[in-house]
């Protein structure tokens, strides 16, 4: 009990709670898909999200670009997806591409997203954040579906599988 406890007070304060893990499709000059962890929803009515998008990357010059984007709570089978999608750039690699050559995406609201993901989210940003190393963006909720059953993908399971560290 003590060696667990010792393990536990280690972990910064930000890492001790498990968070679900999302992709963000976006459209653009180059359609992408983009790992978030720092995603909430923060009002009822309206129903807002807040997402916060890595700067420097594909997602975010897509987002600033267009008018809405698509955020898809990932299932806890899909950590394997979190390689390409989180830790290779879209500046680089067609990630849309591999996954329609995988057969892994369908089209929802002129998005491509993911086949097996638990559900879909439409969001219009209304403003924004400098956040640091990302941008925060407030969203208003204009359409969503629920797609399959299932648990959905957390930092936990990630860590379990050794893709993170925190």
């Known amino acids: 009990m003590q060696e667990s406890k010792?393990?536990?007070t280690r972990k910064k304060p930000w890492n001790r709670a498990s968070l679900a893990v999302y992709s963000v499709s976006s459209?653009?000059?180059?359609?992408n898909m983009h790992i978030c962890t720092y995603v909430s929803a923060v009002s009822m009515k309206p129903k807002r999200m807040m997402v916060a998008i890595y700067h420097g990357?594909?997602?975010l010059r897509n987002v600033e670009q267009t008018e809405t984007f698509v955020l898809q709570l990932l299932a806890s089978h899909q950590?394997?997806?979190v390689d390409m999608l989180g830790k290779k750039s879209g500046l680089r690699i067609n990630k849309i591409l591999r996954l329609q050559q995988k057969?892994?995406?369908h089209t929802w609201n002129g998005f491509e997203v993911l086949n097996d993901c638990l559900a879909t989210m439409?969001?219009?940003?209304?403003?924004?954040?400098?956040?640091?190393?990302?941008r925060m963006y407030l969203c208003d909720?204009?359409?969503?579906r629920n797609i399959s059953n299932g648990l959905p993908l957390t930092t936990q399971i990630l860590h379990e599988k050794g893709i993170i560290r925190a």
């Open 141 to 144: 909720v204009l359409a969503y």
């Open 79 to 81: 950590y394997r997806l």
């Open 6 to 8: 010792e393990k536990l």
């Open 122 to 134: 439409l969001l219009k940003p209304i403003t924004h954040l400098e956040a640091g190393d990302h």
């Open 27 to 31: 459209m653009g000059e180059k359609p």
């Open 57 to 59: 990357t594909q997602t």
């Open 103 to 105: 057969k892994l995406l």
